[in-house]
Every structure is written in structure tokens, then in C-alpha cells.
């Protein structure tokens, strides 16, 4: 079976019983584990399958933008951890801007309550966990609020943003690609994400690796861009390699 062929029953698998497993099409198809893994990475690449943990789902399955309350609950154990490795990327003494994101809130809940630290948000969640913490200088950008995300968008946020330099930005996404940069699906918010790596000296990606291979409508900034991709360790070597390639260096928590 060429891979053209395996992959296209492999699609047809995930669209009949609702997702697929490594295991089981290794045995399905004859081939290793590792050829299946290539073969859901060049699928997800394609935008037909989404990777998950052991296996995929048809992208049919997928929410277009699950809501805050939704992807707080998800892999809440990768989030902590880049956040955790992204508490070594903040300046002392210096500037950051935390972007609205369920692992950039992670990294805001494990900030020192005493830390010198001057922070930019556009994130209403955030910037409500960094009010009780006095040695932070809290700043947070305003506009129209997006209820998904709970992120201020729009003019005035993007207007403040253009007017400030910051040491660092640590920025989420929906989706990441060496061939598609950052995306996301609304077009305000990748506006202000935008903006965001704009004013930063350095930038910082916080993600989890389901979202690499992902591609949304509105693209927001370019791998060369990105200085530091901190994401779990389930991101796939090859991708890993990509992204690498493109400019932006790549650590795994």
C-alpha cells in the first residue's frame, strides 16, 4: 500500500468511528507505530486530522474556537509545566506583556506575589490573579472583550500597543507551523497578538504541542518572529526540527 493510500484510509477510519489509534492501524495497515505516527503528522499537516494523545480526530470534531472555560481544562499538566520553564525567560526587574491564553495564565498563577516585575495584559483573567500581587506593576490594555477568550481586543488595546516596548512577550496560539506561522481564528485577536510581538525586545511562545501543525485563518506572525517555542514533550522531532529551521529556538518542558 503506497502512503497515499494508507493515508487515505486512515482519514476514512477517523471519519467512520470518530477517531483513530496508533495501535490499532498499526495492525490494520501492517506498519510500525512510527510509520503512523509520520503518516497523522503529515495528515494533521493537512489539515484533515487533529492529534491527540495515542491517536487523532477528524477535524470535523474539532470546536473553530473553543471557549476560555473549555481549554482551561485541557492537558492542564503540559500547560504548568511550560509555564513553570517559562519562569526562568522573565527579565528581572524588567517588562513583560502576558497574552491572553490558558498557558499564559499558568505561567501568571505561578508568578511570586513579591516579584519585581512590570506586566502588560489584554487577558481580564489574568489581570484579576495579579492584583494581589504588590510587587507587580499591573497594567491592562482595554478595548472591545472578547467572551471566548476573555481577551480585550480592538483599537485601544493595539493603539497602547504601539506606544510601549517591553522586555519580553509571552505569547499562546492556536495553531503553529514552520509553513503557516501563528494563526488564529478571529481576526481581532490576531491583531493584538500582532502588536504584542511587535513591542517586545524578545518573544516567547508558550504552547502545548497539539497545537503544532494547526492552521487558522488569520495569521498573526511568522516562526521568524518567535524567539523561544516552549512546549511539552510530546512534540514530534520532526516538527521540532522545522520550526528550528525557520528561526525560533525550541525547548520542551
Not at 491527540?52 to 504548568?80: D, F, M, Q
Request: no cysteine; net charge negative.
Amino acid at each position: 500500500m503506497y502512503a497515499a493510500e494508507r493515508q487515505q484510509r486512515i482519514i476514512d477510519l477517523a471519519r467512520r468511528d470518530g477517531r483513530v489509534e496508533v495501535a490499532a492501524l498499526a495492525g490494520d495497515l501492517d506498519v510500525t507505530a512510527e510509520t503512523v505516527r509520520r503518516d497523522l503528522t503529515a495528515l494533521e499537516r493537512r489539515g484533515a486530522l487533529r492529534r491527540v494523545h495515542g491517536g487523532a480526530i477528524p477535524v470535523e470534531r474539532l470546536e473553530v474556537e473553543p471557549t476560555l472555560a473549555t481549554r482551561v481544562s485541557r492537558h492542564n499538566e503540559a500547560k504548568r509545566r511550560i509555564a513553570a520553564r517559562a519562569l526562568d525567560e522573565l527579565p528581572t526587574g524588567g517588562s513583560v506583556i502576558l497574552d491572553a491564553g490558558t498557558t499564559t495564565l499558568a505561567l501568571a498563577e505561578m508568578l511570586p506575589p513579591d516579584l519585581d516585575l512590570t506586566v502588560l495584559t489584554n487577558s481580564l483573567v489574568t489581570a484579576s490573579v495579579l492584583t494581589t500581587h504588590p510587587g507587580i506593576s499591573l497594567y491592562l490594555l482595554g478595548g472591545r472583550v472578547r467572551g471566548e477568550t476573555g481577551a480585550a481586543v480592538g483599537e485601544w488595546a493595539t493603539s497602547a500597543l504601539a506606544d510601549v516596548v517591553v522586555d519580553v512577550a509571552f505569547i499562546g496560539t492556536n495553531g503553529f507551523s514552520a509553513a503557516r506561522g501563528l494563526t488564529t481564528p478571529d481576526q481581532s485577536e490576531a491583531l493584538a497578538k500582532r502588536a504584542m510581538v511587535t513591542a517586545a525586545r524578545r518573544t516567547v511562545l508558550l504552547s502545548d504541542s497539539t497545537k503544532a501543525g494547526d492552521a487558522h485563518l488569520h495569521r498573526f506572525a511568522d516562526l521568524a518572529d518567535i524567539d523561544l517555542v516552549i512546549t511539552d514533550t510530546e512534540l514530534d522531532d520532526e516538527v521540532a526540527t522545522e520550526i528550528r529551521a525557520a528561526g525560533s529556538e525550541v525547548v520542551t518542558a
